[in-house]
């Protein structure tokens, strides 16, 4: 076309779209030679559709985001709610009635306590760092009471809100409050409010959160996440520790703490005679032991899937219904395997120690539960519940540690076992699923890092052995400190006459 020809054309597309440097542009794109109406209906047409994909991405984007923080957010109130109403239950129906309300009084303040360390402190030495920069794998080291979460919750522009928004807080402070609470049946019946108070304080606010920094932050000495060493691979043992749930950093760290606990405060009067023989003391009510269980192992739901962070995938749908499934075959079978063996050694059918199978079923598959197949799962369980009986019998008959509800056992013992278990069973797609390619390289099956039974190497094993000796060491050592500094000071144990009236009032 000629020069006034062109110009003509661009003309009449100004005068429809009332915009010349648009006119031009639509004339470049399109040939308006014909009819310029039909070249800025052409323009109109792909305009809508690009806004309508572009409108469509960000909705679903949205409906994600929000579908992701209500998962979040309903897994929380499951931990919370149904769990520590489970743990109340089940501490005051395993001791003596005359000492249930300082029990009581205990465990509500455990989440009182607990929430106001981790806002402070625990939080931000859990998961702390500045924008754009890492921490270091020991500690976190910003966000002290929720000053960066505040920032990103309140400005979305910012783009942090899904990974360090109130949510995720919420979410981590509910898995604290459940190492911290471990701990009050183990001294249950002989410790002062006063230190029982320090404790929930101390471990909520900074010995939890150490641990909890080293597995699941990116920045952690011991996370999967951390994939700085050469070639992406994660910095220990170029694999990181699968511990999905927390049995090493919820169920070993309380667990830890209530065997340092239970040993250096001694046992309740009466427990052993002067010979050393044990003296039976059993919990008042079988009843509060089965309705905690129960709660207990329904909070689980929110406590083990909810650790997937994301639902709103079909990948991420997946992960959590297997995670469900597997928590619940486990529980089962130690459930079950507990049971047996009792009325195999004994002849009778004992209701508690069910219970307490049960929940050493839970603890023991929170490591492996997005990782292992259905019937892997059942092995865990079962177990599970040959690590609970054997360690609960040496527990009290061999090591003279007094634990009124066998959380040293539980949680200690059975959360070791859980841990160690995925470096056994670890199925590779799985690992791959869960995992992605962090710390895994660019193929799972080509680096070995999956459970040495499926034909894997020994790394994910031994790095699963580092993270239990890691933590037994930290949580030993701090927590040791602890009690005994209040033993020295006599602030540890009640007088003898409270303790034989009972800590009821």
């Known amino acids: ?52 994909l572009d409108f469509s991405q960000t909705a679903r984007a949205e409906v994600a985001t929000s579908l992701d923080v209500a998962y979040v957010l309903f897994s929380a109130y499951l931990i919370f709610g149904p769990m520590q109403l489970g743990f109340t239950l089940l501490c005051a129906g395993a001791i003596r009635s005359k000492n249930s309300m300082n029990v009581l009084m205990k465990n ?34 910003w966000n002290f009471a929720l000053s960066y979460t505040t920032e990103v919750s309140s400005n979305l522009a910012l783009g942090d809100f899904q990974t360090q928004g109130w949510h995720v807080w919420l979410f981590q402070w509910a ?59 994660a910095r220990i043992l170029r694999t990181g520790a699968i511990d999905f749930a927390g049995a090493g950093v919820v169920h070993m760290t309380g667990g830890m703490a209530a065997l340092m606990g239970a040993w250096i405060i001694g046992p309740r009067i009466g427990r052993f005679d002067a010979s050393g023989k044990v003296n039976e003391m059993k919990g ?28 709103a995938t079909m990948s991420g749908a997946v992960v959590v219904s297997r995670v469900a499934v597997n928590t619940t075959l486990s529980a089962a079978t130690a459930g079950l395997v507990t049971l047996f063996v009792r009325y195999i050694k004994s ?68 959360g070791l076992w859980g841990l160690i278990f995925p470096g056994l069973l670890a199925k590779p797609q799985y690992v791959l ?9 660019t193929n799972v099956r080509a680096a070995g890092k999956y459970g040495i039974l499926y034909g894997g190497h020994g790394q994910v094993l031994l790095c699963q052995f580092i993270e239990a000796l890691a933590i037994c060491a930290w949580v030993g050592t701090m927590m040791g400190t602890f009690f005994f500094i209040f033993k020295v000071a006599k602030q540890l144990r009640v007088h003898v006459d409270q303790e034989l009236a009972g800590l009821g009032k």
């Open 433 to 441: 699923d869960v995992y992605g390619d962090h710390g895994l390289g």
């Open 175 to 233: 898995f604290c409050v459940v190492a911290t609470t471990i701990v009050s049946g183990a001294v249950a019946e002989r410790c002062t409010f006063v230190a029982y108070l320090a404790y929930s304080f101390f471990i909520s606010s900074f010995v939890y959160p150490v641990v909890a920094h080293w597995v699941w932050s990116p920045d952690g000495w011991l996370s999967a996440f951390n994939t700085g060493a050469a070639g992406g691979y």
């Open 284 to 311: 008042h009510s079988a009843t509060l032991v089965v309705m905690g269980t129960f709660l207990l192992w329904f909070g689980y739901y929110g406590f083990a899937p909810g650790a997937n962070l994301t639902i």
């Open 347 to 414: 002849a009778t059918w004992d209701t508690v120690l069910v219970c307490s199978g049960c929940l050493g079923g839970l603890v023991s598959i929170s490591a492996g539960c997005a990782v292992l197949e259905p019937w892997a799962a059942v092995l865990c369980g079962l177990g599970a519940a040959i690590v609970f009986i054997s360690s609960d019998y040496m527990v009290l008959y061999k090591m003279k540690i007094d634990d009124p509800v066998g959380a040293v056992a539980l949680h200690l013992f059975c």
């Open 108 to 141: 509500i303040l455990d989440a009182c306590t607990c929430a106001i360390g981790f806002y402070l402190f625990g939080y931000a030495f859990s998961y702390g760092h500045k924008f754009g920069q890492s921490s270091n794998g020991f500690i976190g080291n």
């Open 1 to 52: 076309m000629s020069g006034p020809v062109i110009n003509d054309c661009i003309q009449e597309v100004i005068n429809l779209v009332s915009d010349a440097s648009l006119a031009q542009k639509i004339c470049d794109k399109y040939d308006c030679s014909l009819s310029a109406s039909a070249c800025v209906l052409n323009y109109l047409a792909k305009r809508e559709r690009e806004l309508s």
